[in-house]
């Protein structure tokens, strides 16, 4: 089967950075997705990764080392709006549906 | 914008009732929709893989009769949740992805309760 792990919960403080991890197990593989979502609402995208390496976008990098299955979505100077899910996803074969792991809740306190 | 329409937002039914959710590419052919569904305080569960002129590939533990899906064209493909029971009662969503290899867009999301 496939699995993907990330910790349920994190809280962190206004202005501070977080570093959220993500380790798969799956059985192919054809990128790696982080998404936002908050309570009620759909989710948002915020990185894609598909090669090893950082991707930096705004407040918000993704990491993937492909050879160790694992990745991480770092966010720099927290926000109280930054309270929210987020979610690790790995596309295993083109063109199919993106297999999510559980979630993180991420709480930012002032 | 969304590229992505969802319908309804929300929805109430009583139990025995059937309910249908659209989902909608906006502004491009989606061959291939995915549905997934939430429940409260979880992640998505993939529910079934939507093609068009096709049927749909269900995944293991969903019932396909209690779960219809449409795939009526390249733009609309719609979930029927028949026989509802409070059970049923979830977050519903639909994503399609604009090319094979890009990110998947999110419909708004259909929130069902089933009384």
């Known amino acids: 089967g496939q699995n993907i792990d990330q910790p349920t919960e994190m809280t962190a403080t206004e202005g501070a950075i977080v570093q959220i991890n993500c380790t798969y197990q799956t059985s192919g593989f054809n990128g790696l997705f982080w998404y936002q979502q908050h309570a009620g609402e759909a989710p948002t995208f915020l990185s894609y990764n598909v090669l090893d390496g950082l991707e930096e976008k705004g407040r918000f990098s993704s990491f993937l080392s492909r050879s160790k299955g694992y990745s991480y979505l770092l966010l720099k100077e927290l926000q109280m709006k930054d309270s929210a899910s987020y979610l690790c996803a790995v596309r295993v074969q083109a063109g199919t549906a993106l297999i999510f792991g559980k979630g993180t809740t991420l709480s930012v306190s002032s | 914008g969304a590229v992505v329409s969802q319908h309804p937002s929300w929805v109430i039914c009583k139990s025995g009732t059937s309910v249908k959710i659209e989902c909608r590419s906006l502004?491009?052919?989606?061959?291939?929709m995915f549905w997934y569904r939430q429940f409260p305080k979880q992640s998505l569960m993939l529910m079934a893989t939507?093609?068009?002129?096709?049927?749909?590939?269900?995944e293991q533990g969903v019932e396909k009769d209690k779960f219809l899906i449409n795939h009526a064209s390249l733009t609309l493909s719609t979930l029927t949740v028949t026989s509802a029971h409070p059970e049923d009662s979830s977050f519903y969503i639909c994503t399609a992805p604009r090319e094979v290899n890009t990110e998947a867009f999110f419909g708004q999301g259909t929130r069902l309760t089933v009384v």
């Open positions: 939507s093609n068009e002129g096709s049927k749909a590939t269900y």
């Open positions: 502004d491009f052919q989606a061959t291939t």
